[in-house]
């Protein structure tokens, strides 16, 4: 009997507790409220980001404060390490030899490299700082323009004295192979003939394509058939040539004999 006045008053507390649970969801120390967000006045912001350097810059690379040194020492050039606050110099002595010299090192006896900034290095004299800024007295050097390329002119073909080529000696010294793609013709392969004097003098190179004469485009068989009717005595003949992936004007100038 006592066994099951236990079991009973057990059931009854855990009943208890169940319907208290259901009853009053929330924690019994209060209703839980996340923490509202602070929001810096922009004073604080200004004075927080004022202090803030992003850049991890030393106090030594700000604005110059120290003395300028009266020493006869010569800037040429600053190495700034930005992650680390470092850096290093070259700096000539009185002597004019130039030297880098790291931060910290001994630059003469009793002055050490204590700071670089981008237009100036702080020394330790004996415990004093100084400033040693680089020389700007001159003129910033200028670089000279690059020279333009010249621009391409024709290549005029001459196989005399007087720059010219008879008509019968162009016939049998460049010969004309059509290129067709697909069915049709778009283009002539050129081709010198005997010793290759007049092709050369044409101006023309081996594996050249002749793409137009005149302005006309060689788009057919008639218009490479056409062609021999343009050697004709004084004429000037002006060829668009395909030669690799570029394309150039040749000019070539007939005599009148």
Do not use: C, Y
Request: charged share 15%.
């Amino acid at each position: 009997m006592l066994l099951a006045g236990l079991l009973a008053l057990l059931l009854l507390i855990q009943l208890v507790r169940l319907v208290w649970t259901l009853a009053v969801p929330l924690s019994p120390l209060g209703a839980w409220q996340p923490q509202s967000a602070v929001i810096a006045s922009p004073a604080e912001r200004r004075a927080l980001f004022a202090s803030f350097d992003p850049f991890f810059r030393t106090g030594a690379q700000g604005p110059a404060s120290a003395t300028v040194t009266a020493l006869g020492l010569t800037l040429h050039g600053v190495n700034i390490n930005e992650a680390t606050g470092g850096g290093s110099a070259i700096i000539a002595g009185e002597d004019g030899v130039q030297a880098s010299h790291a931060v910290g090192d001994e630059i003469a006896p009793g002055v050490r490299l204590a700071g670089v900034a981008f237009d100036h290095v702080l020394l330790d004299r004996g415990g004093a700082r100084e400033s040693l800024f680089l020389d700007q007295s001159g003129e910033a050097p200028v670089a000279a323009p690059a020279t333009p390329l010249p621009a391409p002119t024709p290549e005029i073909g001459s196989a005399s004295a007087s720059g010219e080529i008879t008509p019968a000696a162009f016939r049998a010294g460049v010969g004309f192979v059509p290129r067709t793609e697909e069915g049709r013709v778009t283009g002539l392969v050129v081709q010198p003939q005997g010793d290759g004097a007049v092709f050369r003098a044409a101006g023309l190179r081996p594996g050249d394509v002749v793409r137009g004469i005149n302005g006309r485009p060689i788009a057919s068989a008639g218009d490479a058939a056409a062609l021999a009717n343009q050697f004709a005595p004084g004429a000037r003949i002006s060829l668009e040539v395909e030669r690799g992936a570029s394309v150039v004007p040749v000019a070539v100038f007939l005599s009148k004999q």
